[in-house]
């Protein structure tokens, strides 16, 4: 290489000194100050809209420092297009915030990590191998599948062909396949629970424990398509490393929680709703206006699903206070009502095996505590330093507190609760914990499906959508530079 001068760098050298600066002060800033952030999903519209680019401040509430320090740079989780682990855990740190401007406050939008994230599923569909199942979740839904597909093969072939056959009947000639199969296939399935679910619950574990195999050992799962698929391999994920989420914090630590009939109380006065947060109405006798007309009008947008018609006739529409306000004064002759999916109907009798085994779709996740997405049992938000006894009843709320997140080794004997080897009776919480749910409260996986989030996992606060494009209208302008509230 024939140098300008003596003593002087070379072009090259040059540009690379140049390139290693750069990138070592993105990485500095990323990790430090502030990180992009791109809204992939529905979960806070229309607060956040799928297509908005956003800046994080991680300054508000003190930058993490990186538990995994050694990863290739400003990348998360994983290497764009070669889909490879982007970090190394050789060499791991404990967790240390340094000091932030605030706490988290009550109603801030927060980005955080995934905290059902420790074990993720690698789906080769999404963008460069994106990980945001619910793998807990997964577990419980993969032991029904097998439970019934394994110990009632016949019962289920002919029930799947009966709906099928009953399908093509209605529908006057062929379905669409093969997403008519595998629908008659779902629905067979949950039918076929029903009669069993005493046997399925006596036999939980057995079917977990398998849908954990073979998620492990075969690589096969069912996306929520309902659609079997190869994935790449359960991989345990580092606290930093886990998906980016974005929900808005409803509820800090110490604050008593509750959701009757969809109405959000904290410390027992009902929550502040947001601007834009989204309720599901079914409307009944409703004509939509021409879908030029009801997004500029209404704000309610066709092509994200805002309202589509049901089998019955009926409409399902997703809109916000002020939007139902307007429809109502607009389409006087129709009918509004709330979508609601209570608890048990009558809290005198035992619940059914079946209603038990539908527990485990929402957090706490267990046999006998009953939640759903409109209506939640009263708790507390686990708080630093607080004490609590512990019991049966309460123990499924701080299961994966105290396992997974503050990393004890829990086990349940008949004779009591043992943490660490040592019978237990109480439990102090080593962290604070935040209940995070998402605008769009009837299509969000939030702190309702899969619990709290430690303050180990808050990433930092969403501050600025910076640029925004529809996948199907263009260039946002009206929401670029917007600040997020």
Known sequence: MIREKNGKKSKVKDWGDSILFALVAASIIRSYVFE?????????????????????????????????????????????FINTRSYTTLEKGEYFRLPGFSDVNRYDVVVFNYPSGDTAIFDPRMPNGLMGHDYHGVVNREAKRLFIEQSYPNELVKRQNEIHRELVASNGGPLKEPQASIYCRQVATQELLEP?????????????????????????????????IEHGGLIPRPVDKRENYIKRCVAIPGDTVEIIQSVLYINGKPAHIAEHQNLNYKV????????????????????????????????????????IVKLKNDFPNCEFSLVLNPQYSDSTQSPSAFQRIMNLDYFPKDLNVNNTNTDFTK?????????????????????????????????????????????????????DYYWMMGDNRYNSADSRVWGFVPEDHIVGKASLVWFSKSPYLGVRWERIFKIIK
Request: charged fraction near 25%; glycine fraction near 6%; charge should be neutral.
């Open 36 to 80: 992009p952030f791109q809204i992939p999903t529905g979960s806070m519209e229309k607060t956040l809209l799928v297509g908005d680019y956003l800046f994080v401040n991680k300054l508000a509430y003190g930058p993490k420092v990186p538990v995994t320090p050694l990863s290739f740079p400003l990348v998360h989780n994983t290497v764009p």
């Open 196 to 228: 069993h679910a005493e046997q399925f619950i006596r036999e939980l574990s057995k079917w977990k424990n398998a849908a954990r195999r073979m998620m492990a050992e075969d690589k096969i799962t069912m996306d929520m398509e309902g659609m079997l």
């Open 284 to 323: 009944s006798n409703f004509a939509p206006l021409s879908a030029e007309t009801m997004r500029t009008k209404y704000g309610l947008e066709r092509e994200r699903n805002d309202y589509y018609p049901l089998d019955n006739g009926q409409y399902m529409v997703t809109a916000t206070q002020s939007e």
């Open 379 to 431: 708790f507390v938000v686990p708080k630093k330093g607080v004490t609590v006894q512990l019991n049966n009843d309460n123990l499924p709320w701080y299961r994966r507190i105290i396992s997974a997140y503050e990393g004890h080794l829990l086990v349940e004997k008949q004779d009591g609760i043992y943490i660490d080897g040592k019978k237990s009776t109480k439990y102090t919480f080593e962290m």
